[in-house]
Structure formats: C-alpha cells, structure tokens
C-alpha cells in the first residue's frame, strides 16, 4: 500500500504537537485516510534544542531543500508563522507539485490571492483551518456543512488571550495590567502581547472568515480594529450595571447589500451565549439564512488544540476531501470580491463612551450639544457621586447611544476631545443588543 509521506516545517509548539500526534495515533490516522501516513522531515533552523517529543532519527534538518527537492514528499505543513520565509516556502512548495497545510492567518490575511492562485496554477491544495479559533472546526463547516446558506453574520472571540485577558479583568476585578501579567504567567500572552492585545491577531482571522463566510476580499489592514488596551475595570462595573459582558468580538454582518467587518471591545448582552464564553476560549455566532444560528466554542489556541486542526486538514488532503472543496470554492479569486465591503463610515450601531469630564455646571449641555447636532442620541448615561471630597474636579462619565452613524459618532468624538469639557481621550466600545 502506498505511504503518504508528509513534512513539516517549523518544530515550535504547534509544530511539535503535530509531530506527536502523527506519532502517537499513526494507526487511527491510517484508518481514517485508508493509507499510512508517515511524518518523514521536519524542517527547522534550530536542530539543536532537545524538544519534549522522542523522533526517529535522521528525521530533523535546518535545509528546506531537502523537502522542496523530494519527490516523494507530497503533502507539507507550514507552522514557521509570519510573512517570510513562510510565505515563499510555500510557493515553493506548491511549484514543486506539494500540497500545503497552514496554520498562518497572518500570511493568508496578507497574500491570500497570491498563495490560492499558485495553488490552482499548481492544481494543488491549500488547507487552513488552524490559522482561526485553533481546534473549532469553523471554516470546515463554512466549507461545507453551511454551504447551503447565505450566511447573513458572524460575530467571533478569535483572540485567545484578549478573552482570558477580559475575563480576568471582570471576575478578579483586576486592573488591565495584572491580567495582563497573570496570562503571561500561564502562558497564555507572549511577553510582548500587542498583536493579540491591539486587534491586529483578530481582524487577520476575520479576512479569513470573511472570505469564507461572505467571498470577501479585504485588506486587514483596513478593517476597522479597536483594542483592549483602554479597556479598564470601571468599564465592567457599568457594562454589568447595564446589563452587559465585555468581549472583544470580530464581526461581519451583511447590511444594504454590503459587508460591515469590524472589531471592537463590545458591550454584549449578558445573557447572550457569547457573553459567557470564558478564559481562553474561542467562540463563533454564524446566522445563515437557512440554519439559523449556530454557536462554535472550543480551545482557539495551544499546542495540541491547534495542532488537531492540523492532523484533520492532513487526514482531508491526504483522502482527497480537500481537492474537491477546494476546486469548488474557488477561494480569493484572483483578488475580487464577491461582496462589496462597506466604508467604516456608513456602518450603523450602539456605542458604549467612558469620557473623564471637567466637574461643572453646563458640562452635560456642552457635551450633549457637540452629540445632537450630529443625531447621536443617548441611550443611557451613568455619573456616580465621587466617593469623597478630595476626589478633584473632575468625573467620569458613562454613556451609552442608539444607533448612530459611524462617521457621525468619529467626528463627535474628535471635537469632544477638543473640546474644554472632556480631560484625555474618550473610550469607545460598540454595543451588540
Ligand atoms: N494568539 C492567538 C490567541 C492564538 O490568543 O488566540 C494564535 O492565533
């Protein structure tokens, strides 16, 4: 019986989850694909450092080559991360007759089309499902089980360590920073956390669901990201006073024939499903306009939660699943997208405002004034008495909107922030009902 031999660049975490797992379950793994299935390179710079995880020898080398150059490698998985050398491998790879597994949203967020155009140039296949929500199998079923719906939203916690950050936050009542620390502690925040904390890891998995979900082509970078850097204790304490949770959701909802894609720290119902998703846990609201919703919870990140989203689309490609969704989907098509993608300022919703304001008399009309003549009209305002005297002149406003206009709510913002009445930035978080 033939053997599919398989390679494996990058032998970090995930990497060496994979190498496990292909090790320990290589029975069920011949069983599922109808062939053994046998790791037979792992490509990594560093070949020295003893790893937790016991190879066959001769198995380990520091030269791509020897993968793009045998032709008995015929399927290779990508877990270096980042733009480059990645995404160069992989071309390679593809024009050397190899089909790929990622684990990359970074590459795929940044040079999708580039990457699926070889693939088809090659006829070979891509697979991604571990580059969003790790081990939640989201974009098989985007792929196949939900084809039969127009999926009219998605709203996502994509970011692991933003959820576990939040969550400690609101039930240990710590400050931003000790959560901070705390998941860096436990392994959950690298030391430097930014691309989780700024958005940036959140609005790449969302390009990908987008383009799952939607056709949409879009460049990440210019999806609307707030973080949760600003988000402070005393926004938990209000949000729970109104009734809501904090998520740092990633949302793609069809609106007027266009595609609103965003993401935001979101004042979320608290008896909404996604509100209690905890930790460092991931979680996926689809609506299709058939199923209905449907929720997705699960581990988005860590070695083996990631890495058995990396067997799966092995065991697919092996089995030729992958081939057929694959040529069917037809995925970042040359580039167009299949649904226009609104501009941030037309995009309608509540908003949640922490404002730090001058303690005076008229402040309130000041400030609703700079609101009205915009048509931003408030929903609920909360300004508690200051616990003591010596509290200062100033005081912290919470409020949230109806419905507004984006770009009405941005240029309300900038001139409050101008404005004599408000001390520093405003914080902003949208609100989902
Ligand atoms: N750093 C990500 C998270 C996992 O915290 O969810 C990898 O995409």
Redesign the pocket.
């Known amino acids: 019986m033939k053997t599919a031999k398989v390679a494996l660049f990058g032998l970090g975490t995930i990497g060496t989850g994979v190498a496990k797992i292909l090790l320990q379950h290589a029975n069920q793994i011949a069983h599922a694909t109808g062939q053994p299935v046998e790791l037979a390179k792992i490509c990594d710079k560093d070949i020295t450092t003893q790893r937790d995880l016991n190879l066959p020898p001769g198995l380990l080398t520091n030269d791509p080559d020897a993968i793009f150059s045998d032709p008995n490698i015929s399927v290779a998985i990508e877990l270096i991360g980042g733009l480059e050398p990645a995404r160069s491998f992989v071309l390679r790879l593809l024009e050397n007759g190899k089909n790929v597994i990622t684990a990359n949203?970074a590459l795929l967020a940044s040079h999708g089309a580039e990457l699926f155009d070889a693939a088809r140039k090659y006829k070979r296949t891509i697979a991604f499902e571990a580059s969003v929500c790790?081990g939640i199998p989201i974009l098989n079923a985007l792929s196949t089980a939900l084809q039969a719906n127009t999926v009219q939203s998605i709203n996502a916690i994509?970011?692991?360590?933003?959820n576990f950050i939040l969550s400690k936050m609101e039930n240990g009542k710590i400050s931003y920073r000790d959560a901070v620390a705390q998941a860096q502690k436990l392994g959950?925040?690298?030391a430097d956390p930014a691309?989780?904390v700024d958005g940036t890891?959140a609005v790449q998995?969302l390009t990908i669901l987008a383009q799952l979900g939607f056709g949409a082509v879009v460049d990440w970078k210019a999806i609307p990201r707030i973080g949760i850097e600003s988000v402070d204790a005393l926004d938990f304490l209000y949000a729970k006073e109104l009734g809501y949770r904090i998520k740092l959701l990633a949302v793609a909802v069809q609106s007027d024939g266009g595609l609103e894609l965003h993401v935001s720290p979101t004042l979320v119902k608290a008896d909404n499903p996604i509100a209690r998703v905890q930790d460092?846990y991931?979680a996926v609201r689809i609506v299709g306009d058939s199923v209905g919703p449907v929720f997705f919870q699960g581990l988005?990140?860590g070695q083996l939660p990631?890495a058995s989203a990396v067997v799966g689309d092995l065991i697919d490609t092996v089995l030729g699943r992958t081939a057929i969704t694959f040529g069917a989907l037809n995925l970042w098509n040359s580039g167009n997208s299949l649904i226009p993608i609104k501009s941030p300022a037309e995009f309608f919703g509540k908003s949640y405002l922490r404002l730090n304001v001058v303690d005076r008399p008229g402040v309130m009309c000041e400030l609703s004034g700079i609101l009205g003549k915009r048509n931003i009209s408030i929903a609920s305002m909360i300004q508690h008495e200051p616990v003591c005297e010596t509290s200062g002149d100033s005081a912290v406003l919470f409020l949230t909107t109806h419905e507004v206009r984006e770009g009405d709510l941005v240029q309300a913002i900038l001139e409050l922030e101008e404005s004599s009445v408000v001390l520093g930035s405003i914080v902003r978080m949208r609100v989902q009902s």
């Open positions: 949203k790790g994509v970011n692991g360590t933003s959950y925040a690298e691309m989780d890891d998995k460092a991931n988005g990140a990631t």
